[in-house]
T-cell receptor
Framework: DSGVTQTPKHLITATGQRVTLRCSPRSGDLSVYWYQQSLDQGLQFLIQYYNGEERAKGNILERFSAQQFPDLHSELNLSSLELGDSALYFC??????????????FGPGTRLTVL | TQLLEQSPQFLSIQEGENLTVYCNSSSVFSSLQWYRQEPGEGPVLLVTVVTGGEVKKLKRLTFQFGDARKDSSLHITAAQPGDTGLYLCAGPIMDSNYQLIWGAGTKLIIKP
């Protein structure tokens, strides 16, 4: 158990809909990262938050947005869903302090299926 | 642009065989990490290598960081079905200790 929780575990929805994925980081971790992983693909970095502020953006679509709340949990919002958005979405957290090695701890993922 | 290239992309071998997978870059990394991801689960850190030429062992897994800190290898001795998974290497983006660059991974299947 990494200490990172994600809900829901599975999500099935229709094209055009909007969904929210939730992540709670490990206790004490200030950084949260969101990744997308399509079938048999590597991890695609979407976005990172650090202590409530956006820190880095990757290949995140404009239809997607995220935020990190004062209690450090994070939500990833996906809207106007398309079939191609079907994937595993992972949240990871890290301490996020400067210096040293950054180890990311991953949650169990949310499997999104868009029909 | 920093990139991490992993090879092979896919490897299927019999239980008991040895194997090596690679993580290569043209860029220097301050450290590299190896993660293993099992189907339907999130990646889990196996090891971090920091010093050029460093060798770390984790039971039957041996990790090496290249002398120039541009590449790393993972060698598995006497592979077991439990070693099956996606092996990912990752390294910190230059000037950032927060964000990692990820390789595309090597999908390893060990057949009983």
């Amino acid at each position: 158990d990494s200490g990172v929780t994600q809900t829901p575990k599975h999500l099935i929805t229709a094209t055009g809909q909007r969904v929210t994925l939730r992540c709670s980081p490990r206790s004490g971790d200030l950084s949260v990262y969101w990744y997308q992983q399509s079938l048999d693909q590597g991890l695609q970095f979407l976005i990172q938050y650090y202590n409530g502020e956006e820190r880095a953006k990757g290949n995140i679509l404009e239809r997607f947005s995220a935020q990190q709340f004062p209690d450090l949990h994070s939500e990833l919002n996906l809207s106007s869903l398309e079939l191609g958005d079907s994937a595993l979405y992972f949240c990871a957290s890290s301490v996020g302090s400067s210096g040293g090695v950054n180890t990311q701890y991953f949650g169990p993922g949310t499997r999104l299926t868009v029909l | 642009t920093q990139l991490l290239e992993q090879s092979p992309q896919f490897l299927s071998i019999q239980e008991g065989e040895n194997l090596t997978v690679y993580c290569n870059s043209s860029s220097v990394f301050s450290s590299l990490q190896w993660y293993r991801q099992e189907p339907g689960e999130g990646p889990v850190l196996l090891v971090t290598v920091v010093t050029g030429g460093e060798v770390k062992k984790l039971k039957r897994l041996t990790f090496q960081f290249g002398d120039a800190r541009k590449d790393s290898s993972l060698h598995i001795t006497a592979a077991q079905p439990g070693d099956t998974g996606l092996y990912l290497c990752a390294g910190p983006i230059m000037d950032s200790n927060y964000q990692l660059i990820w390789g595309a991974g090597t999908k390893l299947i060990i057949k009983p």
